[in-house]
């Protein structure tokens, strides 16, 4: 009796870490694929679970047990730019192109002294800065996302072929289940 109970403990708590397992998972795989930039900032929880402490009034992502990740970048992408995949080469395309223009008119103007061609370029090598800040943020943002992904898909996979082997070797030790 005493091998059945052991068994139905085990197996219950296998159910159980394969869920969380599985549901982190899905959770970062669902941000990573899914982002989207609207107001210009997001904050992607990174676990599925989160425990609540009763005076805690914050946001999701400060609960105990909670891992995030946040971005804040200073020009939103179109709305049809979805996902990281799509994210980083659009904001890389922006900051070189960007940055380019920025070249030529630099190169095409220096000769010119008028107070308002300076502010025009003073406007332009600001948005320079913003589009290569914003590009190396999103990179970031997404290269954190992608690793925690890989993470998550490894443990659920070991966690996968750790259950096989133990409920064969259990099943092995114990012909009478």
Known sequence: MIPLVFFLTVTTYAVNLEERFYADYNQINKVYSTVILESGSYVAKKSSICTKNELDTRPDCNRTGCNCV???VS????PAIIGCDMLIPYY??????F????IENVNGEIWEHS??????????????RDWIIDSYNVEHF?????????????LWDEFLKTTKRYVKK???DHPSF
């Open 115 to 128: 107070t308002n061609q300076q502010d025009n370029l003073q406007t332009a090598s600001n948005n320079v």
């Open 170 to 172: 259990l099943a092995n």
């Open 99 to 102: 940055q380019s223009n920025q």
């Open 70 to 72: 946040s971005i804040s």
């Open 75 to 78: 020009n939103s992408p179109p």
């Open 92 to 97: 890389k395309l922006k900051a070189n192109s």
């Open 142 to 154: 997404c290269q954190e996302l992608k690793t925690t992904r890989r993470i998550r898909r490894s």
